[in-house]
């Protein structure tokens, strides 16, 4: 059968970059800490004045078309995963293609658009969508290309706002993947839940409390499942997992129940016995309370041994990198773990030909996937085409009355002129409004400023 997955990705992150313990917190009040040791924080990207989610989409897909030789003759669907659109009716999708088809010869005009929303895991469902297409055989040859793009904004004061980001992840799809393989097997926990939401508002609506006790119940009902059609997972099938990152400290109490319960009735268990005694089980106890306050106590125990501690720094910490620098992407956070892994094993010289990775998305509302990808024998390549290092290093540093400004300008209730903080170079650019209040967007070789 011939295999389906994701055979390149680009990134392009927003322009503007906010220092979080030496920017942030001094004008908070805060210690510096709260966000890099608490949240596993240290930097947010922001997007310029004329950068958006069309902008970043759009950018990071041309990119990506250049460098695998691609036209729009060659792409069957395009598909974009966001939850920071701002039409009701026409997709982000639609502005991204006529875009690209401002650089490119042809058009897409016979390729299938749209739009996911399912907050952050719609990414992961726009991969699904490409994956059953190709497998279905309704492709005609062709790739898809997926792109998950969002500017994470929270209202100035709340307490998200530390975790912010923006940026966009582009994807391409295709029999035959340079980079992994996509597993048939996925797991679902699906529930309706109130924990994040935006009821026709730009910010969300968060209960914190709330939203990591869903993520943390979804995503182990969704392993469960996964293992009832793939199998028993265990620590040492995966070289890395991969976890959606609002901000790295969620990722740190999701990695301690996966492999509290990856390792339930296993040699690991068995060799910590003598530590921290064996996981509770619930027929032991005669309520549910005493059985869940015997699995708190036993999971403060489990983090501190050497086996855990070994553990997440080897197939964790390395997944966290990017996100702990540009901050919540939102639908593109799972997509930044995936490739700040494969990038830590490339820096590393680790050899990831048939190594597999157990992917795990989330959006709230509520639903979680797991799936496992499978790495090919042309990953090295891929990874080392993208230039996250010298994007996140050429952004431009901007002090907190500049934040203010930024996240004015792009709050949709406000109207305010600021001047760029950047020149854009070589990209596309929103230019304005057009006669039905829809943006217009231009491609930018090179903007002429003084004298130029």
């Not at 930024?406 to 760029?420: A, F, R």
Request: glycine residues 8%; hydrophobic residues 35%.
């Amino acid at each position: 059968m011939t295999s389906v997955g994701i055979d390149a990705m680009e990134i392009w992150t927003g322009k503007l970059v906010l220092d979080l313990p030496n920017t942030f917190a001094p004008v908070k009040g805060e210690d510096p800490e709260k966000y890099t040791k608490g949240l596993g924080l240290h930097t947010s990207s922001f997007p310029d004045v004329y950068e958006d989610i069309v902008t970043m989409g759009a950018n990071a897909a041309k990119k990506l078309m250049d460098r695998k030789g691609l036209t729009p003759a060659d792409i069957g669907r395009i598909d974009v995963a966001t939850e920071s659109a701002f039409d009701n009716s026409k997709p982000v999708s639609t502005y991204i293609a006529g875009c690209l088809e401002q650089v490119y010869d042809g058009d897409f005009r016979h390729a299938n658009k749209g739009e996911r929303k399912f907050a952050c895991i719609a990414g992961t469902q726009s991969l699904d969508d490409a994956y059953n297409w190709i497998k279905a055989g309704r492709n005609r040859g062709r790739a898809a290309l997926v792109i998950a793009t969002d500017t994470a904004l929270y209202e100035r004061g709340d307490p998200g706002e530390a975790t912010q980001g923006a940026g966009a992840v582009a994807m391409l799809i295709d029999e035959d993947p340079d980079l992994v393989e996509l597993s048939t097997e996925q797991g679902y926990g699906s529930m309706d839940e109130t924990d994040f939401l935006k009821p026709n508002q730009q910010f969300p609506s968060v209960d914190g409390k709330r939203s990591m006790q869903v993520y943390l119940a979804r995503m182990r009902e969704a392993l469960e499942d996964y293992e009832s059609v793939a199998g028993r997972t265990h620590p040492d099938l995966f070289e890395y997992i991969p976890f959606h990152t609002p901000f790295p400290g969620m990722v740190r109490k999701a990695a301690l129940l996966g492999f509290r319960h990856m390792t339930r009735d296993t040699d690991i268990e068995d060799d910590l016995e003598s530590e921290i005694g064996r996981q509770p089980r619930e027929e032991d106890f005669e309520t549910w309370d005493d059985y869940e306050e015997a699995i708190r106590g036993y999971m403060d125990e489990l983090k501190t041994t050497e086996q855990y501690r070994d553990w997440y720094g080897r197939v964790i910490e390395p997944t966290l990198d990017i996100s702990s620098r540009v901050g919540n992407w939102y639908t593109g956070s799972v997509h930044i773990a995936r490739l700040s892994a494969l990038k830590a094993a490339a820096d590393e010289g680790k050899d990831m030909t048939g190594k597999q990775l157990l992917v795990g998305s989330y959006g709230s509302g509520a639903q979680a996937e797991i799936h496992a990808e499978r790495v090919q024998e042309t990953w090295l390549d891929e990874i080392e085409a993208v230039d996250v290092d010298d994007q996140l290093a050429a952004r431009t540093e901007i002090s907190f009355d500049d934040y203010e400004l930024i996240h004015d300008v792009h709050n949709h209730e406000k109207e305010i002129e600021v001047e760029e903080f950047t020149q854009p170079e070589a990209e596309f650019v929103f230019t304005g409004w057009g006669r039905m209040n829809e943006r217009r967007y231009e491609y930018v070789e090179r903007s002429c400023v003084a004298d130029c």
